[in-house]
């Protein structure tokens, strides 16, 4: 069984950094995709970024994040990372990870696109 564990989240000034974990088990993130997403409140979930085949594949940002956040993995740990640096209070949301790609017309940054979900980590960024 797929099982997905954030941690990581906090509060943080804007400009400052936070380092989001999601440890994984029951996945073989070799063959498939894992991304983070978030959701602030009344808003829809929206992915935040995704790295295909245990970090051999390619990775995608959404363009709001690009440059300021990094996803990588570890993967003797069966971890996946999110590394957020120049947050901005916009950033609030709660973060999830995600495992269990099928693609679907929203595409790999697509929340319809993946089966599996944790239970997310808040990450408040005050201006």
């Known amino acids: 069984q797929v099982r997905l564990v954030e941690s990581g989240g906090g509060s943080v000034q804007a400009g400052g950094s936070l380092t989001l974990s999601c440890v994984y088990s029951?996945?073989?993130?070799?063959?498939?995709?894992i991304a983070w997403f978030r959701q602030a409140p009344g808003k829809e979930r929206e992915g935040v970024a995704a790295?295909?085949?245990?970090?051999?594949?390619?990775?995608y940002y959404d363009d709001s994040v690009k440059g300021r956040f990094t996803i990588f993995q570890d993967n003797d740990k069966n971890t996946v990372y999110l590394q957020m640096n120049s947050l901005k209070p916009e950033d609030t949301a709660m973060y999830f990870c995600?495992?269990?790609?099928?693609?679907?017309?929203?595409?790999?940054?697509?929340?319809?696109?993946?089966?599996?979900w944790g239970q997310g980590t808040q990450v408040t960024v005050s201006s």
């Open positions: 790295v295909y085949n245990a970090g051999v594949g390619p990775t």
């Open positions: 995600a495992a269990d790609f099928t693609p679907t017309s929203q595409g790999v940054l697509g929340h319809q696109s993946y089966a599996y």
């Open positions: 029951g996945y073989d993130f070799s063959r498939n995709v």
